[in-house]
């Protein structure tokens, strides 16, 4: 770990100094992790690799503003929460009650596709399932729960990416899990009493 | 322990975060309890859910992608700032045009002459103020309208009246700190006799030809506007600063003053050859009393500003520019605007006087036409919570308008009824829920400090 941050830091040196190929090396370094935050915050690969982009370019405009008092990863990361909440304030979000009509046509089509349909779809479906009641918590639970619970940062680092107190992580952290709890088991609960998908066995 | 209890620890007891005491009396309860037995099974199966989830493996391309944005940025960075000194000419020319065009306005200031825009002045497609004094007049030549700056009597004793008003609503002492609230419209320093304040309508509009045969309107602009002298966009009126300072007086028991006063925001937006997609706009800041201002752009992908300059990151933003103003004597500054994509300006004013200083933010679209702004323009609001800065910068791309703030608030949370509505609709539950008034100026809205900021 230190020897990547000193690493970062060679790099970041020589980036600014305007060596553009320091800054590829940074965001070969990064970028799979910058797009796996984009993509739990964002919910779908095309934003979350526009999302991606457009972090390493801010990254890369104000890297003079960065005075090495963080890691860079974690400067990074700041950037990428605030620019996939940029990203997530211009879409319409799509409202809950529509997400189980949207996800049937979607899995249906794939469906027949499929070998395995039954088994596929169950897989498919938690999946997706899991990836929208994310999106439907509020930005804060998201990014905390994202953060500290997927991506596997601790509470410090969290707080220095949010620009909140550790003890607001913390506090944070735990509602959003009771929060992703509550409405995971409404989703559940809404699939099991009005089942809106055909049965896989009848496409056998 | 009682159920609700442990309900409310399990997150802490799934991460394993509790004391050793803690831990145990949980799950010993859960041991006997099935109803939160089965609650800790659920939420240990939305855990196991979430952290099942596995982003998918970015596009291949994507570093390749990233390094070309890096740099065509890099490269067109370094085109401006060749462009910049090749532009030197053309902004020097743009600057004397500038201040060819604010002389008159400066003089009407000083001499309280009715000199207006003719009719056909582009309008400013930022901040448009409620009642401005935009006239058309009979022709004639420059200088038959221009008359020469000579103080008459009446008008130097009007300008004493209104310094003197202005020094003693600063001096007045507050010994209660939660003074009443005085109606900001019967404050308002444009209502004091001030002849220099551009707010006042001219009684006697007359065309200032100098504007008319130097400028063509950036874009056609309804005339049935410019007949109407108060929704003609030339002068904001913003509630600017409002604060209360201790003072020596008093003792123990420290004397406020109440300091409020209004700055006058001026925007116009002009079509000169100065080069392909750039305009030219003016943004004149009138503050009732001598400051200093301080003028800054942030950067933005959706909009460049040429002539912006960087400064210290302490600052923040792109210097646009500074200066001390009076009402005598405003603060003018040319800006050269490359709208792209839903561009949207943020600008930070910076306003400091004796010893005070407090920070603005100008949220505005940015048209390359002379829209007007629609509040009545439908969004869909998804989501109750959001921070205000966020908010304001949706509604504004959304309506095509701008929104004057402190800064301090931009962070502040507001709560906001979901659904399809209206920009109108939105802003009147921000209104209620800061128990502060949206005052529209044209097409920006400023939120007051009637009732007193902090």
Known sequence: ?204 | MTCQKVRSHLSEYWSGELPSEFRQAIATHLQGCPACRQEWGKFCEAMARLRSLIAPAPPADLPQRISAAIRSRHRSALLKKRWLWASVPFVGIALLLTLALFLPFHWRHREHLEVALAPSLPLPSIARPPSPPALSVPKGTPKEEVPTPQKSAPERKAKTLAKETMVERFRRPTLERRAPSIPLKDLKPQRAPIPSLPSTPSPAPRQAPLLAERLKPAAPTAPAELENPKETPQISSLPLMMRRIPTQAGGAQQALLTLEATLQVHWERFELPVLNEVALWRIRLTPPIPCHLTLAVQPDESVEVPNAVPQGSSEGGWLLGKGNASPQKPLSLPLLIRPKRSPLLRLTLLVSWEGQGSRWVILSAVSDKAASPNPNASVTIEQDRWRLHDLLTYLARQMQGAFLLPEGRLEQTVTIPTGQRTCREILSAVEKWLGRRWQQVGTAFALTTSKGEE
């Open chain 1, 1 to 204: 770990m230190a020897a990547s941050q000193r690493s970062d830091d060679e790099l970041v040196r020589r980036a600014k100094a305007g060596d553009l190929s320091a800054f590829d090396a940074l965001v070969a370094r990064h970028y799979e992790r910058v797009f796996a935050l984009a993509f739990h915050l964002l919910g779908n690969a095309d934003d979350a690799a526009d999302a991606t982009q457009d972090a390493f370019l801010k990254a890369f405009e104000r890297l003079k503003q960065f005075r090495g008092d963080a890691a860079f990863s974690t400067w990074l990361y700041r950037i990428t929460v605030n620019v996939c909440h940029d990203f997530q304030r211009r879409r319409q979000p799509v409202p809950f009650s529509q997400l189980s009509e949207e996800e049937s046509e979607t899995l249906n089509g794939a469906e027949t596709a499929e070998p395995d349909p039954e088994e596929e779809w169950q897989r498919r479906e938690k999946r997706e399932a899991v990836q929208k009641v994310l999106q439907q918590l509020p930005d804060e639970f998201r990014q905390v729960l994202i953060l500290c619970d997927l991506q596997g940062l601790t509470y410090a680092e969290a707080a220095a990416i949010l620009d909140v107190p550790e003890g607001t992580v913390k506090s944070r952290l735990h509602r959003a899990r009771h929060a992703f709890k509550d409405l995971w088991e409404r989703w559940h609960r809404e699939r099991t009493v009005s089942p809106k998908r055909p049965k896989g066995g009848e496409q056998r």
